[in-house]
């Protein structure tokens, strides 16, 4: 089955600054790869998502790239705020057409954005 | 849209009960999703359903843990005897799953406390 790893397992920047958050997986098959961002307390919500055919897309301040080569994939935010501060996870999986998938999630980030 | 409903938001019983947790999806979405959440095993997977039919259950962690979706609109996890490890964070998602709409919403989650 798939496997997903995430590091860092937290990162603390300033506000303002940017952040990096890096995951690899081990099934060649996989071609979506979505990013959940989780507030203390809160359900995770999707953020961005890429599909195997994207080398990278941006949405705002955030922006997510893969490399199938490597098999890792990338969250990428500029211009931090306070209000990112939460868990992000990373996950892939094999999905053919939207139908019958299941994701495989990485263990967190926990991003501290500090004034 | 109410989004996901899960019942109860919190539960705490003693070792050796039988609990009970209760997940209402989103409705007109297909695929619903049972997830554990804790700190030392992140997101994990435990069982998912594709028009109310377990697709995948190879993350219940064992006979104690079934899992049963009657109809559409109602899914319930059941564990019996709970056990102290087993205190955790459970999620209910539902997607809309062969629309092309790959993102799977969460609900508020229970948090679950076996002492």
């Known amino acids: 089955g798939e496997n997903v790893e995430q590091h860092p397992s937290t990162l603390s920047v300033q506000e303002g600054d940017s952040a990096v958050i890096k995951c690899t997986y081990s099934d060649s098959a996989s071609n979506y790869f979505p990013w959940y961002k989780q507030e203390l307390g809160k359900r995770p919500q999707l953020i961005i998502d890429i599909r195997s055919n994207v080398g990278e897309k941006k949405d705002q301040r955030i922006a997510v790239t893969l490399n199938k080569t490597a098999k890792h994939f990338s969250l990428h935010i500029t211009e931090t705020q306070p209000e990112d501060s939460a868990v992000y996870f990373c996950a892939a999986t094999h999905n053919s057409g939207g139908s019958n998938y299941k994701l495989t999630f990485g263990k967190g980030t926990l991003l501290t954005v500090n004034p | 849209d109410a989004g996901v409903i899960q019942s109860p938001r919190h539960e705490v019983t003693e070792m050796g009960q039988e609990v009970t947790l209760r997940c209402k999806p989103i409705?007109?979405?297909?695929?619903l999703f049972w997830y554990r959440q804790t700190m030392m095993r992140g997101l994990e997977l435990l069982i998912y359903f594709n028009n109310n039919v377990p697709i995948d259950d190879s993350g219940m962690p064992e006979d104690r843990f079934s899992a049963k979706m009657p109809n559409a609109s109602f899914s319930t996890l059941k564990i019996q005897p709970s056990e102290p490890r087993d205190s955790a964070v459970y999620f209910c998602a539902s997607n809309p799953s062969g629309t092309g709409i790959n993102e799977q919403f969460f609900g508020p989650g229970t948090r679950l406390t076996v002492l």
């Open positions: 409705s007109g979405h297909n695929s």
